[in-house]
């Protein structure tokens, strides 16, 4: 919950079970609320949204979304750049990924335009809990490591959860990588990168004890940083 108004208003959320029991009581900054509230019975849930204090009116922006088996979640596929806008405050936008036990997941997320949007994402284990996050401007970015097979949950926000923007998005595995060109010692290849946040993943067969020099030059002449 996000509070748009700009006042005083001081964010306040709530859920209850079907009995009417409250579940979860969440309170949080003097604009923004959030929470990961587990359910423990079928059936209706009541949830409120008001002032801490009880005394301030505002405005504000609301966002509900499971975290495992997630509603409208976008499949993502592996060493592809996926691009979306955030339009409301305190939106999320969801991504699905399968994974295995012994996978290690890149997650990049980058605000491709200088706008007031702090990019921010958080993966969440098949069973709703958090296996990562990131956050930072221009590119949030992690390493995750699965601890079980299943699907996985990656929601996209803003971290202070103000702004709206576009964002793209892309992933990979560090271990056994999609599309990965193989490389020798040795050798000198070219590549480019196409749209960032983009990587580009090469394999090498290497011993324990093994020295590696790497060299990189932007042969562009653009403002890439390699």
């Known amino acids: 919950v996000y509070d748009t108004s700009g006042t005083a208003f001081y964010p306040n959320v709530r859920v209850y079970d079907p009995t009417g029991a409250q579940v979860c009581n969440f309170i949080g900054s003097t604009t923004l609320v959030e929470g990961l509230c587990l359910l423990a019975a079928n059936g209706t849930h009541t949830l409120v949204v008001g002032d801490y204090f009880g005394i301030t009116s505002g405005a504000y922006s609301l966002f509900i979304q499971r975290t495992n088996n997630p509603s409208g979640a976008t499949p993502l596929n592996l060493d592809q750049v996926v691009t979306g806008t955030l339009t409301w405050a305190a939106q999320g936008k969801t991504y699905t990924l399968t994974g295995a036990v012994s996978d290690q997941w890149l997650v990049r997320l980058l605000e491709p335009v200088d706008t007031a949007y702090y990019p921010q994402f958080q993966v969440y284990h098949p069973d709703g809990t958090l296996l990562c996050s990131g956050a930072n401007n221009p590119l949030a970015e992690a390493l995750c490591t699965p601890n079980a097979d299943g699907t996985y949950t990656l929601?996209?926000?803003?971290?202070?959860?103000?702004?709206?923007?576009?964002?793209?998005?892309?992933?990979?595995?560090?271990?056994?990588?999609?599309?990965?060109?193989?490389?020798?010692?040795?050798?000198?290849?070219?590549?480019?990168?196409?749209?960032?946040?983009?990587?580009?993943?090469?394999?090498?067969?290497?011993?324990?004890?093994?020295?590696?020099?790497?060299?990189?030059?932007?042969?562009?002449?653009?403002?890439?940083?390699?």
């Open 155 to 226: 929601i996209v926000q803003d971290y202070y959860g103000a702004s709206g923007g576009t964002y793209r998005l892309y992933t990979q595995r560090t271990n056994n990588p999609v599309n990965a060109t193989p490389i020798n010692f040795g050798d000198t290849l070219s590549g480019t990168i196409g749209v960032n946040p983009q990587v580009r993943a090469y394999t090498f067969s290497a011993a324990a004890g093994d020295r590696v020099f790497l060299d990189v030059y932007d042969t562009s002449g653009t403002a890439v940083y390699p």
